[in-house]
């Protein structure tokens, strides 16, 4: 616990992030909301009365392949037409920034590490992103393995679950809970963790892990904590800021 009260000063953060070198933000769910895109956990969470704990595991796609399928192609029909809003814009203004300032040796100043699948981020202009949690846009093979783009919206109703070319069952490329974080990306979001001057962490409800725990990494190595949100997170009482409010009013504020 800190001994100093945690801060709601944009204007003190945003100095803060003029000196840092090295800057690093976890997003989540909530910096999409102002895209229209639905959040994971509270009310407009909720699809058909299924909380996503229901649906995004693989013994939900084991038992009822279809079911969840509808979900993900539900989830795509409402990506296909969101646009980025202000925050993920603030984002990739503030990678672009902080490059042209500092660079660190592989000539990064900012990393983005987004536990979003959406890919809003990419459409934004970010492009150092650590995807923890997959990416909504690719399929794999539950069979042989395969990894290919698909942006088909909707998906043929008929063709629901998709199947593979080898026929066996194809998933979403996305991280089911109890399945393992990819490994490239989770030792490159550790290492960036580590090394960050100033960590934000942006529209996370901060329950899931491994996810939340990088900004206790990133605490411990001494880089001071602002947790943007609307609502309270179990990380605002380590944090030195706690601003609360919509991503996409505060980001843009902080540049
Ligand atoms: C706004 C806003 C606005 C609204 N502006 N903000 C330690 C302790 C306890 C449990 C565990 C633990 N370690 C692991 C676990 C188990 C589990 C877990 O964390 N469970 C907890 C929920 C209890 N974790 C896992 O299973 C992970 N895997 C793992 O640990 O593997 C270990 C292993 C090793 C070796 C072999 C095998 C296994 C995997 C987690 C995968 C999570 N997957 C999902 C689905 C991804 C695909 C998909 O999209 O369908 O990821 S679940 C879902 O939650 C999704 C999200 O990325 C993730 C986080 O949610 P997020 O982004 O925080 O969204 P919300 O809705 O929760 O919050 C939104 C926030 O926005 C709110 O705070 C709002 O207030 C705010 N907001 N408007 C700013 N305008
Ligand atoms: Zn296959």
Not at 20 to 30: E, H, I, P, Q, Y
Not at 115 to 144: E, F, P
Not at 205 to 217: I, T
Request: with cysteine; aromatic share 8%.
């Amino acid at each position: 616990m800190k001994n100093s009260p945690v801060r709601n000063d944009v204007d003190e953060l945003r100095g803060a992030l003029e000196r840092a070198s090295f800057v690093v933000a976890l997003t989540g769910a909530g910096i999409s909301a102002e895209s229209g895109v639905p959040t994971f956990r509270g009310s407009n969470g909720l699809w058909r009365n299924y909380s996503p704990e229901k649906l995004a595991t693989p013994q939900a796609f084991a038992k009822d392949p279809r079911l969840v399928w509808e979900w993900y192609d539900w989830r795509r029909s409402i990506i296909h037409k969101a646009q980025p809003n202000p925050g993920h814009l603030a984002l990739a203004e503030l990678e672009r920034r902080q490059n042209a300032a500092r660079r660190d040796a592989a000539g990064h100043g900012f990393t983005l590490i987004t536990q979003n699948v959406d890919g809003l981020h990419d459409r934004a202009g970010s492009r150092n992103t650590i995807k923890l949690h997959g990416d909504l846009w690719y399929v794999q093979c539950t069979g042989c393995g395969a990894v290919e783009r698909n942006q088909e919206v909707p998906l043929p109703p008929d063709n629901l679950p998709p199947r593979c070319r080898c026929g066996a069952l194809l998933r979403p490329a996305v991280v089911w809970f109890g399945e393992p974080l990819p490994s490239q990306a989770w030792e490159r979001a550790v290492e960036a963790s580590a090394r960050a001057e100033l960590f934000l962490v942006v529209g996370t409800s901060a329950v899931v892990y491994p996810a939340a725990g990088l900004a206790e990494v990133a605490r411990q190595a001494g880089a001071r904590l602002a947790i943007l949100n609307p609502e309270p997170t179990p990380l605002d009482s380590a944090a030195d800021w706690a601003l609360r409010g919509p991503a996409g009013e505060i980001l843009p504020r902080l540049l």
